[in-house]
């Protein structure tokens, strides 16, 4: 009997895929690693730093070059053993050979160590932080200068130094003349410190006025103790940072009715945690139009006083009636401002003792008979002021005049030695006598 079966074909046998020597690759890396590492813990700090840089730097383009030997089949025997192992070995010597280099804060090239790294992440973070604080009102000590409000002068406090009372009356000290505003100065601060003192002893202590007024004529020294005020207050701890903000009528009010306030409370702000000082105060409300704009400024200037009396310290100065008119007109100015120093004008021998500091400060130096008659001749410029009369600022003045007659006369030398270029003469001076000998002046 016939068959017609058909034989059935057996189904072929699926092949196994083959290993792909995954494990024996991935035991290989990790062995490559541990000696990596082994190698890096035996060298120098600095080449393990190079050496993990180099081996990041390297990393792509030594996996693309392992994939292509695999797609090509090249990747096998002896070069799949010993592939990373080279990679290994080519870092660590590139890292012996050529360490990696940083740039230091000061822009020059030093050799990356944990050290050296940690200390420029530091100083980078220090830095970004700074600017970030600076970006912000009231926010750090040093003030960004973008902030100076129109009309407002300021002298940062000291960032590099720590400011002690003794420094600072050591500073008042040193000043030419104002004897009796360096005594009521003095006495001011002891008592504040002695008032400190009790305090930290849980004694009582009587409210303290630190606001002041500074009367005299211009050129007196009243800014320049204002800002040694300020490191006092600092020392002292009435003020947190010891800044001071100089303004007058001009930074302080504005051009329209209901401007004055802003204005004010933006110089008030700058000046919170430092001295404000406020230069010809009396200004502020002299000729005050209908609109009122120095009563407003006051104002401003009154509540603030009170709202942030543990932050702000305001003197004010300008010419003694003035002054004494401007407090008394208001009672709330006569409530807080009732601490009065007044800076006398100085005597023809402290103005010559200035010119002298100027002389020397700038590198010059008197003749002979310019020193002889420099006292003489500043007393009959002067015997004669005013109360307009500029004091310190008429000694900067007559030192710059004599500073350019010296420079046209020096000039026309041809060849001047370094003794004609700082050397100043009566005629620089503008010092004219009748008779050299004599003992009068033209």
């Known amino acids: 009997m016939t068959d017609y079966t058909t034989p059935q074909t057996p189904y072929p046998e699926t092949s196994k895929p083959k290993r792909s020597g995954c494990l024996g690759e991935g035991v290989g890396c990790l062995l490559d690693i541990a000696l990596f590492g082994c190698a890096c813990l035996l060298l120098s700090e600095q080449t393990m730093i190079s050496a993990l840089v180099y081996l990041f730097a390297l990393l792509i383009p030594v996996l693309v070059f392992r994939w292509w030997l695999v797609k090509t089949g090249r990747m096998h025997g002896l070069v799949e053993k010993l592939y990373g192992l080279c990679i290994v070995g080519g870092v660590l010597v590139?890292?012996?050979?050529?360490?990696?280099?940083?740039?230091?804060?000061?822009?020059?090239?030093?050799?990356?160590?944990?050290?050296?790294?940690?200390?420029?992440?530091?100083?980078?973070?220090?830095?970004?932080?700074?600017?970030?604080?600076?970006?912000?009102?009231?926010?750090?000590?040093?003030?960004?200068?973008?902030?100076?409000?129109?009309?407002?002068?300021?002298?940062?406090?000291?960032?590099?130094?720590?400011?002690?009372?003794?420094?600072?009356?050591?500073?008042?000290?040193?000043?030419?003349?104002?004897?009796?505003?360096?005594?009521?100065?003095?006495?001011?601060?002891?008592?504040?410190?002695?008032?400190?003192?009790?305090?930290?002893?849980?004694?009582?202590?009587?409210?303290?006025?630190?606001?002041?007024?500074?009367?005299?004529?211009?050129?007196?020294?009243?800014?320049?103790?204002?800002?040694?005020?300020?490191?006092?207050?600092?020392?002292?701890?009435?003020?947190?940072?010891?800044?001071?903000?100089?303004?007058?009528?001009?930074?302080?009010?504005?051009?329209?009715?209901?401007?004055?306030?802003?204005?004010?409370?933006?110089?008030?702000?700058?000046?919170?945690?430092?001295?404000?000082?406020?230069?010809?105060?009396?200004?502020?409300?002299?000729?005050?139009?209908?609109?009122?704009?120095?009563?407003?400024?006051?104002?401003?200037?009154?509540?603030?006083?009170?709202?942030?009396?543990?932050?702000?310290?305001?003197?004010?100065?300008?010419?003694?009636?003035?002054?004494?008119?401007?407090?008394?007109?208001?009672?709330?100015?006569?409530?807080?401002?009732?601490?009065?120093?007044?800076?006398?004008?100085?005597s023809a021998e402290e103005l010559a003792a200035m010119f002298r500091m100027r002389v020397k400060k700038n590198d010059y130096v008197l003749s002979a008979d310019a020193e002889h008659w420099l006292t003489p001749w500043i007393y009959k410029r002067t015997k004669n002021r005013d109360r307009k009369f500029g004091n310190g600022r008429w000694v900067r003045n007559e030192f710059e005049k004599a500073v350019e007659r010296q420079a046209m006369r020096v000039a026309e030398l041809e060849n001047p030695t370094k003794e004609a270029l700082m050397m100043l003469t009566l005629k620089d001076l503008d010092i004219k006598l009748v008779d050299p000998d004599a003992s009068n002046e033209d």
């Open 94 to 346: 590139l890292a012996c050979i050529k360490p990696v280099e940083i740039e230091d804060s000061e822009g020059n090239s030093v050799v990356a160590t944990p050290e050296t790294i940690g200390k420029a992440v530091a100083e980078k973070v220090t830095t970004e932080t700074s600017k970030d604080k600076s970006s912000k009102p009231g926010a750090g000590d040093e003030m960004d200068e973008r902030r100076i409000p129109p009309g407002v002068s300021y002298t940062p406090a000291p960032t590099n130094e720590v400011v002690t009372l003794e420094s600072a009356l050591a500073e008042l000290n040193d000043l030419i003349g104002l004897k009796s505003v360096k005594a009521e100065v003095e006495k001011f601060a002891k008592f504040v410190q002695v008032a400190n003192q009790r305090r930290e002893s849980g004694l009582k202590v009587a409210p303290i006025s630190y606001h002041m007024v500074f009367t005299g004529n211009p050129g007196t020294g009243k800014t320049t103790v204002a800002r040694i005020m300020a490191k006092i207050y600092r020392a002292l701890g009435v003020v947190k940072k010891g800044h001071l903000v100089e303004t007058d009528r001009g930074g302080l009010i504005a051009e329209y009715v209901g401007q004055t306030a802003v204005k004010t409370a933006k110089v008030i702000d700058f000046a919170l945690d430092g001295v404000l000082f406020i230069d010809e105060a009396y200004a502020i409300t002299e000729g005050d139009s209908k609109q009122g704009y120095g009563s407003e400024c006051i104002a401003t200037l009154l509540k603030r006083m009170e709202d942030d009396r543990d932050r702000l310290v305001v003197i004010v100065a300008g010419y003694t009636d003035e002054m004494k008119h401007f407090i008394d007109a208001n009672p709330g100015l006569q409530s807080r401002f009732n601490r009065y120093i007044d800076f006398p004008d100085y």
